[in-house]
């Protein structure tokens, strides 16, 4: 049984609108196809840079704040580096920076809201209890320099990016092209979040979006991405969500990862549901048996397996 760590106030809110269903034939490739979409949050009051720099400040109240520092910025005492943080956002036109703000339902009942409100709407377009099956969700805001770009990537839920303000240009490459190996993704579940590996070739088979506001486009869990900014301050909201079966399936990915590692070749996941579900229970075990955070969830049992193979590294380096 995967663990839940979804709200529990989740779920107070109905549809409103906030995403627009637009295209069904779309919506209903979710999870495997990208697709574009349209929003109205382009001027939504929570989403200025004013406000989100207000909003930085609470990041400082949660033990996860560490995360947006280098260990030697974290030298600067307490509420001078929380001044900084803002500042960096208010300045975004002029500093050159990409700054990110995660989990703000978190941080903010205002934020935690405007989460429900646009799961409500998803909910209400894919006709899946979302709010009420999920493992967990969240929402982050990015905010960036002219011309700054994102580099090729993926991730592990499924994700919808919606441009608040600026415009910039999105690549998603398809899986069935065999964009992502399987030792790539199963080097990103033993928490690499850069495993995906970039070659010319997958170019010509990438989807272009342009993301301006009003504009959002739905990742599909695993889909390689890159994104490059134009011309002016970018602001995008990404709201994401993953399933148990998600959970599960990186889970295979990491019994797998620590079997190849050993010399054998393992099954892909959904090939065997015996040697999957054998797998699950195994990875489960290992892992904490209350997580805190999705990250505790999801990589607490492969980092416990993996660390042999670590120690054995840092030997062979030694010697
Ligand atoms: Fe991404």
């Given at each position: 049984m995967i663990p839940c760590l979804r709200n529990p106030h989740l779920g107070r809110h109905s549809a409103s609108g906030l995403i627009r269903h637009g295209d069904a034939r779309a919506w209903g490739q979710l999870n495997v196809q990208p697709f574009a979409f349209q929003h109205s949050l382009s001027s939504h009051p929570l989403l200025s840079i004013e406000r989100l720099a207000r909003l930085s400040e609470r990041a400082f109240d949660r033990d996860h704040y560490k995360r947006y520092f280098t260990p030697c910025e974290l030298r600067v005492p307490?509420?001078?580096?929380k001044k900084q943080f803002r500042e960096s956002i208010e300045q975004i036109g002029e500093n050159g920076k990409w700054v990110a703000l995660h989990y703000i339902d978190e941080m903010d009942p205002e934020y935690a809201d405007l989460f429900d409100l646009l799961l409500a709407d998803i909910e209400e377009i894919i006709e899946i209890p979302v709010r009420s099956q999920m493992t967990w969700g969240s929402l982050s805001v990015f905010m960036s320099a002219p011309g700054l770009a994102v580099p090729y990537h993926f991730d592990h839920e499924t994700n919808f990016l919606m441009q608040i303000s600026g415009e910039k240009d999105l690549h998603l490459y398809p899986r069935e092209h065999g964009s992502l190996t399987a030792p790539e993704i199963e080097d990103f579940y033993r928490h690499n979040p850069v495993a995906g590996i970039y070659r010319e070739e997958l170019e010509q088979a990438a989807t272009a979006f342009l993301l301006k506001p009003g504009i959002g486009v739905?990742?599909?869990?695993?889909?390689?991405?890159?994104?490059?900014?134009?011309?002016?301050?970018?602001?995008?909201?990404?709201?994401?969500?993953?399933?148990?079966?998600?959970?599960e399936r990186g889970h295979v990915y990491q019994a797998n990862y620590c079997m190849r590692k050993l010399g054998l070749r393992p099954r892909a996941p959904g090939e065997s549901a015996l040697a999957d579900?054998?797998?699950?229970?195994?990875?489960?075990?290992?892992?904490?048996?209350?997580?805190?955070?999705?990250?505790?969830?999801?990589?607490?049992?492969?980092?416990?397996?993996?660390?042999?193979?670590k120690w054995a590294k840092q030997l062979r380096q030694r010697a």
């Open positions: 307490r509420e001078q580096l739905h990742h599909p869990p695993l889909a390689p991405h890159r994104i490059r900014n134009r011309d002016d301050v970018s602001v995008s909201l990404s709201v994401y969500f993953s399933m148990p079966e998600m959970e579900g054998m797998k699950i229970k195994f990875m489960r075990a290992l892992s904490t048996s209350h997580p805190r955070t999705h990250d505790e969830l999801l990589y607490s049992g492969v980092s416990r397996l993996a660390a042999p193979f």
